[in-house]
């Protein structure tokens, strides 16, 4: 019975399976839950304890809430085909079914502790009583020695009627509760009370706190989602599932706003807070309220009956509890409609057990949570999907991506103030829970991933087009390297992670020689999987690719005028070499140079060695009188490179030769750069040496620096066209040397 999750579908196809129902159903199990046990028994305690403008902040921030949720499922809904299962199968195809079981299980949970809660609290429509059993059998009345005969009453109903049964009497259900709510509007202010004196705020001296009524009150807010449980058994859910809900959730908010006014202006508030069914006080018959109550909790039991079992068929269906058995149990139903038999005995079984705990208020905040996490990740998935952009999210209904986002913090936001320890307890389950199935690999892979990955996909789109929009004033590298020689060394993509690590980006090509056919094709192809798993291994901000070309000038020709893939224009070359490497190397880095200067980048050529950078601790820049344009960018490479962790422990230490007569004007200049905070260097670590045609600066060079990681050398164009290749020869008593060639003069703020 497992459901594919292939692309959503243009049309809604009819329900396979089930009994066919209309919207009607799903408007009725969403309101006879919302008109529930809450509003019967705590909105009169509601308003006595916080006022009448308390009482209408509850309901705002409990529809704050519920309508964010509704208009997610709405949405959802309306983008795949929806089977049996309700909002888990909402989730599980949105989430994937790792994440979705976790989530179902707990809303399993939740919906089969509920049953338990409407029962208990359907006992306390009969607490008129109690005087009679005292006077007439002479021990106190316990709402147990009606909850528990009417649980087990009406899971017979269930188990030998089917969800037919449960559906018809919503009926007539509705109609009792319809009537309560016409004659308790239709009645007057208790006798002697005077309306002009409402309790706009709190008004009682040891009246509770808000947020312990919002707690108490907020199950009131959760029945929206109750008909989405019976997805499995309608005609057309696509239609029927936004239109239920979202009728039921306008309907309830208007019922509760004139409820709590009603209460307001005609009951003090210590009656209020004092009788728990204050409304059968006011009520123009008061015997209709314990009625309605009765009716309201029975309705709500008889939804939460039906769409639990229906839950725990579609998790059994999915493979997600990790022992087959179990699953094919739980996923077993009977005739063509599929009844879940197995999946509500398991469901009666619980909801028996939590009924003899006889404990509304233990049960109901047991309740809110699972029911609040569910909210939540609803509002999560709406809110990821809508900045996804994925092609196969095609829903024909559509919300607001900040009302859903709004839903979600909501909802963690009031878990935490609600009850802490419930709030972390619940995310606690959950995630073991998902951690569990994920283990077992009951659930199918995560769409989670995919949904991510058109957010980071949909947020790096913009910020390129932003950054190349708005170019920033600060200069930093982007580094493009270009090297048929990838996997038998490593320092020249070494060198580009560090670059790129923290103030720079690296795009890193290898070069696939040949022309473009499907043979070079997919040998580009093998490349650049092993160079994604090689760059995911490392810490650097590299992006790695291939590019077939027939030779490496015509591909260095072809990566030049890429545009960078950080949003920002590559500015910067680095080619490399190997002291073993052929000279025919050192003759493409010169052809390599050539173009990058017709491009107008800077150059870098690496020549690294066996060392491979010793143990990252002493960088050495040498500057001379031909480094006026070079020097700034070859200090601040420098600093760039101490920002990595693995030159966390490293030193720059600024060697710098000039002619002797001019060595004292040097000296100023860079002592006034280091005082004003330009020179990214200590002054103790500045060395200027005066030179003339005498001196082998060449021999200077190996003698200071011959144990340096890595030496930083400036070089030109012009010096290139007159030395050749063989400059990057020289210096051989030194290890690994960078060669910085700037295209202009790079300013130090």
Same mark, same amino acid.
């Given at each position: 019975m497992n459901r594919p999750r292939g692309a959503s579908e243009g049309t809604a196809p009819p329900s396979v399976g089930g009994y066919g129902f209309g919207t009607g159903p799903v408007f009725l199990a969403s309101i006879s839950t919302i008109l529930g046990a809450i509003m019967f028994l705590r909105f009169g305690y509601a308003v006595g304890s916080v006022g009448l403008l308390g009482a209408l902040l509850v309901i705002l921030l409990g529809h704050a809430v519920t309508v964010p949720t509704a208009l997610a499922i709405a949405e959802i809904a309306t983008n795949r085909r929806v089977e049996g299962g309700g909002e888990y199968f909402i989730i599980s195809r949105s989430f994937g079914t790792s994440i979705g079981g976790a989530i179902g299980i707990s809303l399993y949970v939740s919906q089969a502790i509920s049953v338990a809660f409407y029962m208990i609290a359907f006992a306390e429509a009969f607490s008129p009583l109690t005087p009679w059993f005292q006077e007439t059998l002479g021990f106190a009345f316990d709402t147990r020695f009606v909850s528990v005969p009417a649980a087990v009453g009406l899971v017979a109903l269930v188990l030998t009627r089917g969800a037919d049964l449960g559906v018809k009497a919503l009926y007539g259900v509705a109609a009792i509760l319809a009537l309560s709510l016409v004659l308790f509007f239709a009645g007057g202010a208790i006798e002697g009370y005077d309306a002009s004196r409402i309790p706009l705020m709190a008004s009682l001296p040891d009246a509770d706190p808000f947020i312990l009524v919002f707690a108490i009150c907020f199950p009131g807010f959760t029945g929206m989602t109750a008909g989405v449980g019976l997805s499995g058994d309608l005609a057309n859910p696509r239609k029927s599932i936004p239109l239920g809900i979202m009728s039921a959730t306008l309907v309830g908010m208007l019922a509760y706003v004139a409820l709590v006014t009603k209460l307001a202006f005609s009951a003090p508030a210590e009656a209020l807070v004092g009788n728990q069914l204050i409304m059968g006080e006011i009520a123009l018959w008061g015997p209709i309220i314990p009625i309605g109550l009765a009716a309201a909790t029975l309705s709500s039991a008889i939804g939460s009956i039906v769409v639990a079992p229906r839950t725990l068929q579609a998790l059994g269906g999915d493979d997600v509890v990790p022992m087959a058995g179990v699953n094919r149990f739980l996923a077993a139903g009977e005739g063509e409609t599929n009844e879940?038999?197995? +999946?509500?005995?398991?469901?009666?079984? &619980?909801?028996? +057990?939590?009924?003899?705990?006889?404990?509304?208020?233990?049960?109901?905040?047991?309740?809110?949570?699972?029911?609040?996490?569910t909210y939540g990740a609803l509002c999560a998935i709406s809110f990821l999907e809508h900045f996804a952009a994925r092609p196969s999210y095609r829903p024909s209904f559509r919300s607001k991506w900040w009302l859903s986002l709004f839903g979600a913090v909501a909802s963690l936001l009031l878990m935490l103030q609600m009850d802490l320890v419930f709030a972390v307890f619940a995310i606690?389950?959950?995630?073991?829970?998902?951690?569990? %199935?994920?283990?077992?690999?009951?659930?199918?892979?995560?769409d989670l991933q995919a949904i991510f990955h058109g957010v980071l996909t949909q947020a790096t789109r913009w910020s390129q087009v932003r950054l190349q929009k708005t170019r920033g004033t600060d200069w930093r590298p982007s580094v493009i390297l270009i090297t048929p020689r990838t996997f038998d060394r490593h320092a020249p993509m070494q060198l580009l992670e560090w670059l790129g690590y923290r103030y720079g980006f690296g795009t890193y090509l290898h070069h696939v020689k040949g022309m473009l056919d499907p043979e070079t094709v997919e040998e580009s192809r093998e490349t650049q999987e092993r160079l994604v798993t090689l760059a995911a291994q490392r810490r650097g901000a590299v992006f790695v690719d291939t590019m077939v070309s027939p030779s490496m000038r015509s591909a260095l020709a072809q990566s030049l005028q890429m545009p960078g893939i950080s949003g920002m224009d590559n500015n910067t070359v680095l080619f490399e070499t190997s002291v073993h490497d052929d000279p025919s190397v050192l003759e493409e880095i010169r052809d390599g140079c050539r173009l990058a200067l017709v491009a107008q980048m800077n150059r870098l050529v690496?020549?690294?060695?066996?060392?491979?950078?010793?143990?990252? =601790?002493? %960088?050495?820049?040498?500057?001379?009188?031909?480094? @006026?344009? #070079?020097? #700034?960018?070859? &200090?601040?490479?420098? @600093?760039?490179?101490?920002?990595?962790?693995?030159?966390?422990?490293?030193? &720059?230490?600024? @060697? !710098? !030769?000039?002619?002797?007569?001019?060595?004292?004007? =040097?000296? +100023?200049?860079?002592?006034?750069?280091?005082?004003?905070?330009?020179?990214?260097?200590?002054?103790? #670590?500045?060395?200027?040496?005066?030179?003339?045609?005498?001196?082998d600066f060449s021999r200077l060079m190996e003698v200071k620096s011959a144990h340096a990681d890595l030496v930083i050398r400036g070089f030109t164009e012009t010096k290139l066209e007159q030395k050749g290749p063989e400059l990057f020869e020289r210096h051989q008593g030194l290890r690994d040397i960078l060669w910085v060639s700037a295209e202009e003069r790079i300013f130090i703020e």
């Open positions: 879940p038999r197995n +999946a509500t005995l398991v469901t009666s079984l &619980i909801a028996l +057990a939590f009924v003899m705990v006889g404990s509304v208020d233990l049960v109901a905040r047991i309740v809110s949570m699972f029911f609040m996490v606690l389950v959950m995630l073991g829970l998902y951690l569990v %199935i994920r283990k077992a690999g009951g659930g199918e892979g995560d690496l020549r690294h060695t066996d060392h491979f950078f010793g143990n990252r =601790r002493d %960088i050495h820049v040498w500057l001379t009188w031909h480094d @006026y344009r #070079n020097a #700034n960018l070859m &200090i601040l490479l420098a @600093y760039i490179l101490l920002g990595h962790p693995d030159w966390k422990d490293g030193e &720059i230490t600024l @060697y !710098a !030769a000039y002619p002797k007569p001019e060595v004292r004007e =040097r000296t +100023a200049e860079l002592q006034a750069m280091i005082s004003e905070g330009r020179l990214l260097i200590s002054e103790k #670590n500045v060395r200027v040496f005066g030179t003339d045609d005498r001196t």
